[in-house]
């Protein structure tokens, strides 16, 4: 049993969900409410019924008061068209002094939000709040294993990745499947490139830095089970990549109907000069770790939300400085950097010219 708030200092005392009753949000309120913490939502939608008078949960209706609450963790999970007015709510109180956690679902901004982006990148660094998005990837203790094993080469070349990211998105008797998604490069994908991105840094490929090389994609149309929410179409299948240096980067991101739930990866590459295997799917039910065959801890993806919640907190306390789980901080710059490369991913599919 959890202890009294803030009786854990790996977890904060409370934290404030924007977008609480949402599948994203309410799946963060249900793990903080089982780690002890108090949680305060903001969410004009009806709260589902599983939370409707739960211990330790406050819904706060007004968002002025809910955006000057005296907690130290905020939450966005919102749809990027609705984050502006929230982001520059907790700007300002950082901008006044207040030291804040804000940890953003992804993509930085909307597909045509590049006025947002910007907006996002030009805030000054010496606001003394942490800004994180949630790459969840990123904070699983596989995640640190793998990285660890890259950084502890004195030389690494990682000559391949490929990454599959795939499930049914059209079933619909799946009740998370009637809402509305973007195209899969910036859905799906977007965690396909956070995690490459945490690989080559751990491995010290500087090429990463710069714009990738040989970009290409072909891609399908989602079709949803709701079609009349969707004014444009967007992509529901996605094959493709791209070329760091020598690093080869190959994605699989597939939506469609019958579609095997998959989260794997397969790094291969030379660490001090002797050939090396990592092999890993995430997926809830059948995650593994395996690096040159021998199979090491996997864990369990329905944890991971306590450990977003944890690595953001642990990073936040330590002053927002060194390593995230192990690897680059998904802060506002990594944050842009894969919300362009899911750009670059969805323009190659379509014709057109994507731009760092």
């Not at 993509?107 to 010496?126: F, N, S, V």
């Not at 529901?236 to 019958?258: I, L």
Request: hydrophobic share 35%; with cysteine; glycine share 12%.
């Amino acid at each position: 049993m959890p202890g009294p708030p803030g009786s854990d200092p790996s977890l904060p005392a409370a934290m404030a969900v924007a977008g609480g009753w949402g599948y994203i949000g309410s799946r963060f309120v249900r793990t903080a409410l089982g780690l002890g913490i108090r949680v305060y939502v903001h969410d004009p939608a009806p709260c589902p019924d599983d939370l409707a008078g739960a211990e330790g949960l406050v819904s706060v209706p007004d968002p002025a008061i809910f955006y000057s609450l005296p907690v130290p963790f905020y939450h966005l999970a919102l749809q990027p068209a609705h984050r502006p007015d929230a982001e520059r709510r907790l700007a300002r109180r950082a901008a006044q002094g207040d030291v804040l956690l804000a940890l953003v679902e992804k993509p930085l901004a909307a597909p045509d939000g590049a006025a947002h982006a910007r907006e996002i990148l030009a805030r000054p660094k010496w606001l003394p709040w942490t800004l994180l998005y949630d790459f969840t990837e990123l904070c699983r203790p596989m995640t640190r294993t793998v990285l660890e094993h890259l950084r502890g080469f004195g030389s690494c070349r990682i000559k391949s990745i490929e990454m599959t990211r795939a499930k049914d998105r059209e079933n619909p008797a799946e009740p998370r499947n009637h809402i509305p998604t973007l195209s899969i490069q910036y859905q799906e994908t977007a965690h396909c490139i956070a995690w490459v991105l945490s690989c080559l840094d751990a491995a010290g490929n500087t090429a990463a830095s710069g714009a990738p090389a040989g970009v290409h994609g072909e891609s399908g149309p989602y079709r949803p089970p709701n079609p009349e929410r969707y004014p444009e179409p967007v992509d529901g299948y996605f094959h493709g990549g791209f070329r760091f240096g020598e690093t080869e980067v190959r994605f699989h991101s597939d939506y469609r109907a019958g579609t095997e739930k998959s989260q794997h990866r397969r790094v291969e590459g030379y660490g001090d000069g002797r050939p090396f295997v990592i092999e890993a799917d995430y997926k809830r039910g059948g995650a593994f770790l395996r690096i040159n065959g021998e199979e090491l801890p996997a864990d369990a993806e329905e944890r991971a939300h306590g450990e977003a919640i944890r690595a953001a907190w642990a990073f936040h306390r330590a002053g927002g400085k060194g390593l995230f789980n192990g690897g680059p901080a998904p802060g506002a710059a990594f944050a842009h950097r894969v919300w362009v490369l899911s750009g670059m991913l969805h323009a190659a599919c379509h014709g057109k010219r994507g731009d760092m």
